[in-house]
């Protein structure tokens, strides 16, 4: 995903690598500690914008979604990428499109799970694929469809 930088405090960066040490990624660890108090406080209606509170009923109700992809916090691990359930994967063969799902915890297309490569040889009919260069995800919650490979580039180093 995109980037951005934010400005912050020279001593609050100056304590985070007194704390951890200089071979930890701060960017990496900052976004984790934001990232888990966005999802720990996701049920909180009152603490944010309607426009947030109307797009979180506009979603596929908990309960239908647990049903059909499994826990919202679970996935499948790509290494280095980490695909939630409900991300979709999509693969274009000789003009025909497929398309797969993260379904509790595994990769699903009809019923079947595959790992990455082994889906993007199905669907090319048995031939050998780079599942980074013919796959394309698209996260749950997002609109855009995005290269594997360029998911995993994007990854802090």
């Not at 290494?79 to 497929?98: C, H």
């Not at 509790?104 to 009919?125: C, Q, R, T, V």
Request: charged content about 25%; glycine content about 8%; aromatic content about 10%.
């Amino acid at each position: 995903m995109p980037q951005i930088a934010i400005p912050l405090d020279s001593e609050i960066i100056g304590e985070m690598f007194l704390r951890v040490g200089p071979a930890v990624d701060i960017s990496n660890w900052i976004e984790n500690v934001v990232r888990g108090y966005l999802e720990r406080t996701a049920d909180d209606t009152g603490k944010w914008s309607d426009a947030y509170n109307a797009y979180r009923e506009s979603q596929v109700a908990p309960n239908d979604f647990t049903a059909e992809f499994g826990d919202p916090k679970g996935g499948y691990h790509w290494a280095p990428l980490f695909l939630p359930n409900g991300t979709l994967i999509r693969m274009e063969y000789k003009k025909k499109v497929s398309q797969a799902a993260v379904k509790h915890n595994k990769i699903d297309l009809d019923g079947a799970s595959y790992s990455p490569s082994e889906l993007a040889s199905f669907i090319a009919a048995g031939t050998n694929r780079n599942a980074w260069r013919d796959l394309l995800i698209k996260l749950p919650g997002r609109t855009d469809w995005c290269l594997a490979e360029q998911l995993r580039r994007q990854l802090p180093k």
